[in-house]
Antibody, heavy 119, light 108 residues
């Protein structure tokens, strides 16, 4: 079964850190770029970061650059998002998503994990 | 930073045609993708590479792109099409992705 499952969300105080994980199954994880996308309550989708299939390149949205780090462990089919210096405005549902694949006309999204930054 | 601009809302009567626009400076050279998001759910891809429809997506969904504007068209809108729609593309470097601001489609 092709799926992505996020974990690691929760309530955290401003200024603290949190690490999200995304476990992939049903496809060849180490051949796809992977993304994190977030959605604040009642707001639109915001792209957060991308990592290439082999981890060689990483790119970030300006809103998280210098605070968040995307990484992956291809031996464990797992994607990570290390979030440091968290702010109230980082409160959102965080989705992991597989890069679009032209060969099968699809991408894959997880169901998301909620992160709440509050004192 | 790069932005994609969409109208906040579009209303359409059942059976009529809804058009959602997405404006961005890099669209003449970068593909547009369109996502549908029902309340509380993960987004679903409905159009890729400007005008291609994934299998399983109804034929009433179509896409086009000209110059700095991409358009999603829902021909013969149905009640189940009521959702938020987002365009998605990249900046001119191709490295930074961006979503449009989103358009709420109401079918009534």
């Amino acid at each position: 079964q092709v799926q992505l499952v996020e974990s690691g969300g929760g309530v955290v105080q401003p200024g603290r850190s949190l690490r999200l994980s995304c476990t992939a199954s049903g496809f060849t994880f180490n051949t796809y770029g992977m993304h994190w996308v977030r959605q604040a309550p009642g707001k639109g989708l915001e792209w957060v970061a991308v990592i290439w299939y082999d981890g060689s390149n990483k790119y970030y949205a300006d809103s998280v650059k210098g605070r968040f780090t995307i990484s992956r462990d291809n031996s464990k089919n797992t994607l990570f998002l290390q979030m440091n210096s968290l702010r109230a405005e980082d409160t959102a549902v965080y989705f992991c998503a597989r890069d679009f694949a032209p060969a099968d006309e699809s991408d894959i999204w997880g169901q998301g994990t909620m992160v709440t930054v509050s004192s | 930073s790069y932005e994609l601009t969409q109208p906040p809302s579009v209303s359409v009567s059942p059976g009529q045609t809804a058009r959602i626009t997405c404006s961005g400076d890099a669209l003449p050279k970068k593909f547009a993708f369109w996502y549908q998001q029902q309340s509380g759910q993960a987004p679903v891809l409905v159009i890729y590479e400007d005008n291609k429809r994934p299998s399983g997506i109804p034929e009433r969904f179509s896409g086009s792109s000209s110059g700095t504007m991409a358009t999603l068209t829902i021909s013969g809108a149905q009640e189940e099409d009521e959702a938020d729609y987002y365009c998605y593309s990249t900046d001119s470097s191709g490295n930074h992705k961006v979503f449009g601001s989103g358009t709420k489609v109401t079918v009534l």
